[in-house]
């Protein structure tokens, strides 16, 4: 008894261990499959970094020709970019076309000096001195504003809200409108008083209204810089004003919204950029001596163009983002007609070259068109654009 009792327990004590053996090989062999499958993601996300890297890296010294698409423009006509279609505008009337060479609408007027203003996919256009403004998306038509009064000036949002400066005989109008050509707010700046509007722009969800008003002020030129909320918190407030900045002896012809929370206004030796989807406050200035040549700008970048400080090339653009931080100073020497940014990047060209520099200060490209240029635009892909010309369309991929 004694005996069997004693071989139970070794057997026992076998299958135990032949278990345990067993348990050890399934785990190391899933510890392999781990280790596997670590090295593969690693693998690839080495793999991963390195196409990365190149392609930051990578500099493109040609292009190759995707697809080419027929178009027919007067010789008198102009070509702007509206979102990722091509407005086309002249003083007997303006037609929109996408990439694919499709006409998405056609209005016909007769203007002799036209004012156009965009915002994303939407456009208006009007004439100075005259009391009509077309609105329209890449899209269609979305409606036409007849004003009582010469206009001067105009902007749009993308909701197709319009603000226009009217003359008046001892004041300008500032005049807010739908697409529709319903009249949403009425203001009104006198030059001995506020000053006189010298630019405007509505924010793109057409909330925040931003003028720039220039007045002398005992013999000093004065700039005002103004914010109105159309909104529940402008309601509040005295003629919708939220905020307003002054400055001493300095011209600011120029104020823009990049986005529904970010502003600039330049002036002839500082920059001003502002934040705030409500009462926009100074975010961040910068004073500078040299003159401006160009202002351009995206949904995240404005740039300054001056002529360069550097005898080896012609100019130099400094380059902000919406924190109010410098991204960098980028030189060239392309004569430009045109500046648009990507992500992180910046396109320069004119009609018979183009030089692109990522915000890292890499020249990515630098080449000649094999055509004259009219417009140059992004594809949607990596550097890939939609090439504009008298007679076609051409999207193009870099190589």
Not at 32 to 49: E, F, N, P, S, W
Not at 270 to 293: F, H, N
Request: proline share 2%; glycine share 8%.
């Amino acid at each position: 008894m004694a005996a069997d009792i004693k071989n139970y327990l070794k057997e026992k004590e076998k299958r135990q261990k032949s278990q345990d053996d067993y348990k050890k090989k399934i785990r190391k062999h899933r510890l392999k499959i781990v280790y596997r499958v670590l090295l593969v993601v690693a693998a690839l996300g080495a793999a991963l970094a390195l196409v990365v890297v190149q392609a930051k890296r990578h500099i493109y010294t040609g292009y190759d020709t995707v697809s080419s698409i027929s178009r027919e423009v007067s010789s008198d006509a102009t070509d702007i970019r509206l979102k990722n279609s091509i407005l086309t505008y002249s003083k007997d009337g303006a037609h929109c076309t996408d990439a694919k060479g499709n006409v998405k609408w056609n209005q016909t007027y007769v203007i002799q000096d036209v004012k156009i203003a965009t915002c994303g996919d939407v456009a208006a256009i009007g004439s100075y001195n005259g009391r009509e403004i077309y609105v329209q998306n890449t899209d269609k038509q979305l409606g036409t504003i007849t004003t009582t009064m010469p206009i001067r000036n105009i902007t749009v949002s993308e909701t197709g809200r319009v603000t226009t400066v009217l003359a008046d005989t001892d004041v300008a109008w500032i005049m807010t409108y739908e697409a529709d050509g319903t009249n949403s707010y009425t203001g009104q700046a006198h030059m001995t008083d506020g000053g006189y509007p010298v630019s405007i722009s509505l924010s793109p969800d057409g909330e925040l209204l931003a003028i720039s008003y220039l007045y002398v002020d005992a013999g000093v030129v004065k700039s005002n810089v103004t914010f109105y909320n159309f909104g529940p918190v402008g309601e509040n407030q005295s003629d919708y004003m939220v905020s307003a900045y002054s400055y001493s002896d300095l011209v600011v012809p120029k104020v823009q919204f990049m986005n529904n929370d970010t502003a600039f206004a330049v002036g002839d030796s500082r920059l001003m950029i502002y934040s705030g989807t409500q009462k926009p406050v100074t975010a961040g200035e910068y004073l500078y001596d040299d003159e401006i040549q160009s202002v351009f700008y995206s949904d995240k970048y404005v740039g300054l163009v001056f002529l360069s400080d550097q005898a080896e090339t012609k100019y130099r653009m400094d380059v902000y983002n919406t924190s109010a931080a410098k991204v960098g100073s980028y030189y060239f020497d392309v004569d430009y007609t045109d500046i648009f940014f990507g992500d992180d990047d910046m396109v320069i060209y004119n009609e018979s070259e183009c030089q692109i520099f990522t915000t890292d200060g890499v020249e990515k490209y630098h080449g000649s068109f094999g055509k004259s240029a009219r417009l140059l635009l992004p594809a949607g892909g990596s550097y890939k654009y939609y090439l504009v010309t008298d007679s076609t369309i051409d999207t193009i991929q870099l190589k």
